[in-house]
């Protein structure tokens, strides 16, 4: 055989493009989100697209915050690419008609990939050449593959001075104001790792100070959405907080039952598995496999929970940042004797430590609750009803082993998103109030957003 440039470049190509074969699990594989909760008839072009994102935030080990804001854009590219050629729902964004006799799912595939491939800083390669097998080559396809780009590029740059840029330094950069009273959050110790294995890092930065001052999807101003004062510190209602939480949440308590310490392990999802707003993309593909949704509703659907999942994270960093309130773990560590409140239950408990690990940001709202009770409306709105049975395993026991062939049932989303906010005061990091006013926010954004985006034509 000669051995020339020309040669030499397209085996490198091949090899190439095999190894990033391996960057995603194809559905049925271990790799796959999907395996486990979804039947094979149900599985379509959006459902794949989706699991292939959620196997990157995965492996990517991108923050919840991140990993809502990684989630809207592409859901939402998909969509818009495939409904201006469809023309099923209105379009707020201005995209404007397809082109005639363009393949929609075409369209929905490469507009999708294009967006994740700036989220995520992946090309996608493998898992584009994947997705377009199942169309027939033709005049349909290549209008559907260049109308895709065209719409996932206008996408980008839609989002590419949204301020999302600088909520990736995490350093405050006069963004909030810090509180100057006994509320102050400051880091919380070394105590609270949460990493496979050996953790030594401790007083991390907080985390994204300005993600809360990204440019929302749908609720518009930002400032619309944000939530009441946290509890006076000598208020009774902050004592009865205190003593439920150090009570509950306690790494060695005794009034927590063995099923609210299994709910604090099963909804953590921390940085290293799919994180909450990615959870609940996952719960939505799941509930919604067995409903006859058509493609494009499908793809609205994944871009309503995308685009309020994000906006949940921006509302909720947005308060927490506002507010800058304390952890509990710093509280009964340190700040206690700080409160100056007269009930006995606020004392200092110098070796206190949390069930689950303190994350590194103010407490004020719950991102958890925030997320879950977004999600959780959303799906209830596109099913037109809260009450849906359904349960499963937790996606990642990367963390909590102890997981491993437990399954949790519920009986509508609402209880789910319930549940999933209590996670957090069972774990021992936040208050109830973070928990009760994030679930009225994100209740709040998903009532919003869906009123108001992506209505039907008539």
């Known amino acids: 055989m000669i051995f020339s440039r020309r040669r030499f ?49 995965r492996d990517q080990r991108v923050p919840p915050p991140r990993a809502a804001y990684n989630i809207a854009m592409p859901t939402a590219a998909g969509f818009l690419a495939a409904n201006s050629i469809m023309q099923s729902y209105d379009d707020p964004f201005g995209i404007g008609p397809g082109p005639q006799g363009a393949d929609p799912e075409m369209a929905y595939g490469v507009a999708f990939a294009t967006a994740a491939s700036e989220a995520f ?25 260049a109308w895709g780009r065209k719409v996932g590029l206008h996408i980008v740059k839609m989002r590419t001075r949204d301020g999302s840029q600088p909520s990736k330094v995490n350093y405050y950069l006069n963004r909030y104001k810090r509180r100057h009273d006994a509320l102050q959050w400051t880091p919380t110790g070394p105590l609270c790792s949460a990493k496979p294995g050996p953790a030594f890092d401790s007083f991390s930065r907080p985390l994204f100070p300005g993600h809360g001052q990204i440019k929302p999807w749908t609720m518009g101003r930002t400032e619309n959405f944000r939530t009441a004062p946290f509890h006076d510190p000598a208020s009774p209602e902050f004592a009865a907080e205190y003593d439920q939480v150090r009570t509950l949440g306690a790494a060695d308590s005794r009034e927590r039952s063995a099923d609210q310490s299994e709910i604090a392990m099963f909804w953590e999802d921390g940085p290293w598995g799919i994180t909450p707003p990615g959870h609940y993309v996952l719960i939505a593909i799941q509930v919604l496999q067995d409903r006859n949704l058509s493609f494009i509703e499908w793809a609205r659907a994944m871009a ?73 409306r959303m799906i209830a709105h596109i099913l037109g009803t809260d009450a849906v049975r359904f349960s499963h395993q937790s996606p990642d026991q990367v963390l909590w082993p102890q997981l491993r062939d437990i399954t949790r049932h519920w009986t509508s989303l609402s209880q789910a998103a319930d549940e999933n906010g209590m996670s957090r005061i069972y774990g021992g990091v936040h208050w109830m109030r973070d928990h009760m006013v994030g679930m009225d926010a994100g209740k709040a954004i998903a009532d919003h957003a869906h009123s108001r985006y992506f209505r039907p034509r008539v």
């Not at 989100?33 to 149900?42: A, N």
Request: glycine residues 10%.
């Open 9 to 57: 470049m397209a085996s490198a190509g091949i090899s190439a493009m095999a190894g990033l074969a391996g960057c995603t699990g194809a559905f049925g594989s271990r790799n796959s989100y999907l395996t486990p909760i979804m039947q094979s008839q149900y599985h379509n072009v959006v459902t794949h697209w989706c699991d292939i994102m959620l196997q990157q935030i």
């Open 121 to 145: 800083q992946q090309p996608f390669l493998a898992e584009r050449m994947d997705s377009s097998h199942g169309i027939p080559d033709g005049e349909a396809k290549s209008l559907g593959a």
């Open 304 to 376: 309503l929970i995308g685009m309020t999942q994000c906006d949940a994270s921006i509302q909720a960093w947005d308060t927490k940042y506002s507010h800058d309130v304390i952890r509990p773990e710093t509280a009964i560590r340190h700040r206690a004797p700080q409160f100056g409140n007269p009930d006995p239950r606020v004392e200092r408990d110098g070796q206190w430590r949390s069930y689950i690990p303190t994350p590194e940001f103010p407490s004020y709202t719950s991102g958890h609750s925030t997320f879950g009770a977004a999600g959780a």
